[in-house]
């Protein structure tokens, strides 16, 4: 079945290190999606993208999607702690109903 | 809107007892799901729904439950809890399967001792 696959689980950076994390399918995807779990929280939307190459850039986080549609990145500039917590992406291929979430990555931000 | 509330917030059952974990939605969304969550492992697909009267089985279905018979309401069964099934469980739900975001509830911390 389809995998998606994020590598590594946790990582710690020093406050003000950036951060990339990345997001692999085992198939095309039609859209990828990504969220972000606080600790203790619930997981909470933050971003789609749909289009091969695309990126999309909240405040300090760029999201980039593939050109072969099949992984992503997530880039953190100058992590700040409010930044702690569990980043999940989440693939669609078009074929069923259902989201493919990866295991996560639990992000640590030492001060 | 309220969102998706589930109740309760925790619950801890005793080896062979039942329970339901309710799970509404306010915002009529037609897609409803079930993950559960345990340490380090992401988020697991129990049961999912795509309306009313339509439920169909996810990645880890065994041991569980469920039914749809509004568009709010996705309650999630347990018949005989089993240690295996100590873990937070999330219900969800979207607009539209894959395309939209789906929105969590705050979730049941689920101990069975």
């Known amino acids: 079945g389809q995998q998606v696959m994020q590598i590594p689980q946790y990582q710690h950076v020093q406050e003000g290190e950036d951060f990339t994390t990345y997001c692999n399918s085992s198939t095309t995807l039609s859209n990828i999606q990504w969220y972000k779990q606080r600790p203790g929280g619930h997981p909470v939307f933050l971003i789609q993208?749909?289009?091969?190459?695309e990126v999309k850039k909240q405040k300090r986080l760029t999201f980039q999607f593939g050109e072969a549609k099949k992984n992503s990145s997530l880039h953190i500039t100058a992590t700040q702690t409010t930044d702690v917590g569990t980043y999940f992406c989440?693939?669609?291929?078009?074929?069923?109903?259902?989201?493919?979430f990866g295991k996560g990555i639990t992000l640590s931000v030492r001060p | 809107n309220a969102g998706v509330t589930q109740t309760p917030k925790f619950r801890i059952l005793k080896i062979g007892q039942s329970m339901t974990l309710q799970c509404t939605q306010d915002?009529?969304?037609?897609?409803m799901y079930w993950y559960r969550q345990d340490p380090g492992m992401g988020l697991k697909l129990i049961y999912y729904s795509v309306g009313a009267g339509i439920t169909d089985k996810g990645e880890v279905p065994n041991g569980y439950n469920v039914s749809r018979s509004t568009t709010e309401d996705f309650p999630l069964r347990l018949e005989l809890a089993a240690p295996s099934q100590t873990s937070v469980y999330f219900c969800?739900?979207?607009?539209?399967?894959?395309?939209?975001?789906?929105?969590f509830g705050p979730g049941t911390r689920l101990t069975v001792l």
């Open positions: 989440a693939g669609w291929t078009g074929a069923n109903s259902k989201l493919t």
């Open positions: 993208l749909v289009k091969s190459g």
């Open positions: 969800a739900s979207s607009y539209s399967a894959g395309v939209t975001e789906q929105f």
């Open positions: 915002m009529n969304h037609n897609y």
